[in-house]
């Protein structure tokens, strides 16, 4: 095993994208070698120590492959990869194939590779806030039981289940990060019942109409849904803390960590969208209520204690949603998102 | 799809054969058809609608044949089989196999089969208090997190997820059961952590020597370990019970039911033992402190509020351990265990 090699799944995502990056930029990590995965190949970052790997990770060969290349065995491996929440939901058997399945396969690859190198393989897994449903607390702990109403989380659940027992057994080092809502994401509207959390902000900041799936109109009490959110850029600095927080700081029951987040709802998401960029941006946003997406969105929590996590040394953006709206207006005008 | 077919797998264990008697002199199903299966054959009880498989369960064709006998698709699963928790923690690979894919085989058949017949399939499954782990609080509720920190915990939780999402998905009629400890197991000492709950009473109560894996003597304060418990008779009724809650009785957002239980410390065990068979049998226990026994079975919770499983019909033990101990010395005496 090297000592500075990370291997990202779902690498030729957004966030896996953004994640290459900043290992790359990360001064603790000087030299990083990086493999990155998907199931179309990814573009390589301009950077020396990088091989791109397409892989369907459904075929154990194809996870084999990963463990292969001129790097080695990873130290440290970002399970990225899956379908999304709305896609899980709507293709339920290949989001069983894929979201759990395929995880469970990567799971076991770094228990062997770990067993045969004798080191414990650090497996960073982007959990969910969908792993949360039915009736919840006022703000979610630690201590909170998650049951999901969704494919997607159930998926999630069950792939953290396997990485808790791993851990437990000293087959893996797990640390499981379940993700806030990540608000903006640039780009094409994607599969996720979230998709919208971003996109109401995103398309009309570039001229554009887009649909909220929540409410019939901007006085729906509809729009008092709750979100718990995150940027990009905490996000990412937080993923690549994950690798930096020592085995002995984490509870000894489990390696759940529900990243730190804050609450907005959709209505202020909108009114910060009008502060930054004026009510013609706003009238740019539709309103076609989604029963699907209204009910799996409402079953995910809004509020959390972040006290645990920000204990670990991760971060959490403060300010609210209109410094996030600004930020992602300056980088549309610097064109680099 | 016939009304009133039974299918068990794991029929062949202890508390399956207690199962299909019951449900043979369930007075609410006359005339049930019983389809049992282990991986070795299960002897048939007496009774002319039955018909009994071998079958291993991590092999497809075998779980396919489980709904291709004579009496065809079942309307009932009572999903019993598997590694108990002592083995799956030893063999921790063939647990998996075992108790995560070929249960997971059997829901995802109940799913084919109900799809085909068009209509639900019930699926019941045993699960198992040992899905809790960590801190917990001194009572717990359907509120309560499962933390599992034991590969049948693990393996149980997975279970529990996918039969609720596929429940929820409509896809089966889920009905999970986390079930206390029961006590007292006749025949010979299992490949269970909580063997030695039964085994300190059956053992003395036949003459015979046991050893006890919790404390190093009749006065360690080791003994002050509580338990969950539940006699096999009130267990079985459960079983048999769980067939006929109305769906829309459970919660909306689970099918997950703690089985009524009471709480007694081994100490109390070993109490009742004394007062129902003298000093003489509680001499027959020997103490031999195992750590990783301790740990496990230290690590399940001990007492629960059974208000939800009362309110859906389910029933509950009274009067602790000595009507359970004397109960079994009657059974020894009668021969009928």
Known sequence: MTENTVLITGAGGWLGGLLARALIEDARSPGVE???????????????????????????????????????TPDTIY??????SRGSEDNFDLGLKINVDSVRAVIDAARRYGESTGQL???????????????????????????????????????????????????????????????????????????????IIR?????LPTTCPIGDGPSSPALDLALWLASPET??????????????????????????????????ELAALAEVAGAGAL???????????????????????NAYALGLGFVVNEGGMVPIVRRFREQLAAGVV
Chains 1, 2 share one sequence.
């Open 34 to 72: 990086l493999i990155l995965v998907d199931i179309v190949e990814p573009s390589a970052p301009p950077y020396a120590a990088v091989v791109t790997l397409k892989a369907d990770l459904t075929d154990p060969a194809a996870v084999d492959a990963m463990f292969n290349t001129k790097y080695g």
């Open 79 to 84: 399970c990225l990869h899956g379908i999304m």
């Open 121 to 199: 393989i650090k497996f960073i897994f982007a959990s969910s806030l969908a792993v949360y449903g039915g009736p919840l607390p006022h703000v979610v702990t630690p201590e909170t039981i998650a049951t999901p109403q969704g494919a997607y989380g159930m998926s999630k659940l069950v792939n953290e289940l396997f990485i808790n027992e791993y851990t437990r057994r000293g087959l893996i080092d797990g640390r499981i990060l379940r993700l806030p809502t990540i608000v903006v994401r640039p780009g094409p509207p994607a599969a996720a019942t979230s998709a919208f959390v971003s996109g």
């Open 203 to 207: 398309e009309p900041l570039q001229g």
């Open 235 to 268: 996000t990412v600095a937080n993923l690549v803390h994950a690798r930096r927080v020592p085995p002995a700081a984490f509870a000894p029951h489990t390696r759940v960590v529900c990243l730190p987040g804050f609450t907005a709802t959709v209505r202020e």
């Open 283 to 305: 009238a740019l946003v539709r309103f076609e209520d989604d029963a699907t997406n209204r009910r799996v969105v409402s079953s995910w929590p809004a509020r959390f204690d």
